[in-house]
Each structure stands twice: as structure tokens, then as C-alpha cells.
């Protein structure tokens, strides 16, 4: 596989003699939290892990994500935990950007490295370690599993990226397309983890507004991004949440692919009782 390079976040603190005015936003229908506001001090450690420390870009509280959580994690050599997930009903979703780790599932080993990708059900039992000689980053997302009566909760799997060949949209010519590591047809599933790729020049090319909420974690590249009323430009290391129905578009305005880990909610009924 070739190697793989993707945007991580930033180190240490800006200078003092820099402007503090940057382009995070945080509106009631959208959340733009820029790569270079990920810095040192806004990271948090986690029960029972060692050698780990988390930008948690997205949880659930009024106002914002309702559905998911979601983090990057950055592991010191060693570092990692026998305990990490401490709802047993939440499913989980890792996406590795950097280095190498080795993940235990059920007491089946696997090697994870950049691009790697595994999806955890509830009560999996899983342990993650950095046995390398290099920190190591990975997006952990977490959702409460939704079960429902006659339909049985998904099985976990580990892949890689260059494992699953990317879709093109339908009439893109290429020009947007999506790397679908679940089927959208298989109900067990009530979420989906995708990579998104444009082409420069490719588009979204309506304000799509449906019911998923969304979190876009920018792989790599540059766009310019509609959300709700506003077009931002965005970059390698940038996460957005967007509220369900926020209209959205999005235009690839780099030189190169502009690709994004994207976060929704599938294939459940919207619930009539809110929580």
C-alpha cells in the first residue's frame, strides 16, 4: 500500500505577538472548529488510558451533536488501554491517520496503520495499544447503538481504505465520489462512517438538507464549504458538525483532492419523544 498522509492537529501554541481572530465558528445550526485551534491545551485525558491524550472535536449537549461523539487520540509509544469504551451499549467507528497501533477484538489481534479502519459493536470487548516507536492518531466515533426487535446488531470488521474502491456519484463523471465501508442496504447499521473525495473543481451541486446529522473531519485538501447560509473556506485538519437539515453544498476549490471523513446517522426512525 502506498503511504498515506493526513492532516493532524496542531502542536504547541501560537506566538503571543499573533491575532487571536481565526475562523472558528459555533452557530445553532453548525460548528466549524478550525485545525489550528486543535492545540495542546484544549486536549483531555481519558479513564483508563495510558500515554493518550484526546481533541474532542464533537459530544452530545444541547445545542450541538445529538447523535455521536467524537475524537482524535494521539498515543504515546505504549500508550493505549485494556478498558477504552466505558458504555458497553455504544458501537464505535476508528479511523487511523498516523503511525501504527495494535487493535484486540474478542482476543483476535489485528495491525492497524494510516487508513486503516474497524468498526466496533456494542460490547466488543476491544483493547488498543501503540506497540510502535512512533505516537500514533486515530478518530474514535461513538454512538449509542439503536437496537431494533427482529434485527441483530452488526458484526465487527477491520479493513483499509485502499481495500474499498470508492463510487462515483451518480452524473460526476468521477468528480465526487464515496468510499462506503457498509453497505447503505444492510439495516443492522445505524450509522455510517464514509470517506468523501472531490476532484478539484467537483461540487456538491445542491444545498442538500435531510434529516443525518453530520460530522466532516477534512482528510486533506481545500474547499469552500456552504453550511446553512454561510460559505467558509476549509482545509486539511478542520471539523465541522452540521445540525440535521442545515443546508449544505460544497465546492473543491484546491489544486489537489479534497477529501473528508464523514459521520451520519442511518436507517432508524426519527424518534417522536425527545430525550
Not at 495510558?50 to 445545542?63: D, E, N, Q, V, Y
Not at 505516537?135 to 458484526?155: L, M, N, S
Request: charged fraction near 20%.
Amino acid at each position: 500500500m502506498s503511504e498515506t498522509t493526513y492532516a493532524q492537529p496542531a502542536d504547541g501554541l501560537p506566538a503571543q505577538r499573533e491575532l487571536m481572530t481565526g475562523r472558528a465558528v459555533f452557530t445553532e445550526s453548525y460548528v466549524l472548529i478550525p485545525r489550528g485551534v486543535m492545540r495542546d491545551i484544549v486536549t483531555s485525558m481519558l479513564p483508563h488510558w495510558s500515554g493518550a491524550r484526546a481533541w474532542i472535536l464533537a459530544r452530545p449537549m444541547t445545542g450541538f451533536a445529538e447523535t455521536f461523539a467524537q475524537y482524535i487520540v494521539e498515543l504515546d509509544c505504549n500508550g493505549g488501554s485494556d478498558d477504552p469504551e466505558p458504555d458497553q451499549g455504544a458501537e464505535a467507528v476508528l479511523f487511523v491517520t498516523s503511525g501504527e497501533m495494535e487493535l484486540e477484538i474478542a482476543g483476535v489481534s489485528h495491525r492497524l496503520s494510516c487508513g486503516s479502519y474497524a468498526y466496533l459493536p456494542p460490547a466488543s470487548g476491544w483493547r488498543l495499544w501503540n506497540r510502535g516507536d512512533q505516537p500514533a492518531t486515530f478518530h474514535w466515533i461513538r454512538k449509542a447503538y439503536e437496537c431494533v426487535q427482529g434485527i441483530d446488531a452488526p458484526d465487527a470488521f477491520v479493513t483499509h481504505e485502499q481495500a474499498v474502491a470508492p463510487v462515483a456519484m451518480p452524473d460526476t463523471n468521477g468528480a465526487w465520489a464515496t468510499t462506503r465501508f457498509v453497505d447503505p442496504a444492510d439495516m443492522r447499521h445505524d450509522m455510517a462512517v464514509n470517506i468523501v473525495s472531490f476532484q478539484p473543481g467537483g461540487v456538491i451541486p445542491f444545498e442538500e438538507t435531510h434529516v443525518m446529522e453530520h460530522g466532516l473531519y477534512v482528510l486533506e485538501g481545500k474547499a469552500v464549504y456552504k453550511l446553512n447560509t454561510d460559505w467558509v473556506e476549509v482545509e486539511a485538519g478542520d471539523f465541522m458538525w452540521l445540525r440535521a437539515f442545515c443546508p449544505q453544498a460544497c465546492y473543491a476549490a484546491g489544486p489537489g483532492v479534497f477529501r473528508y471523513l464523514l459521520y451520519k446517522d442511518v436507517n432508524r426512525h426519527p424518534a417522536l419523544r425527545l430525550p
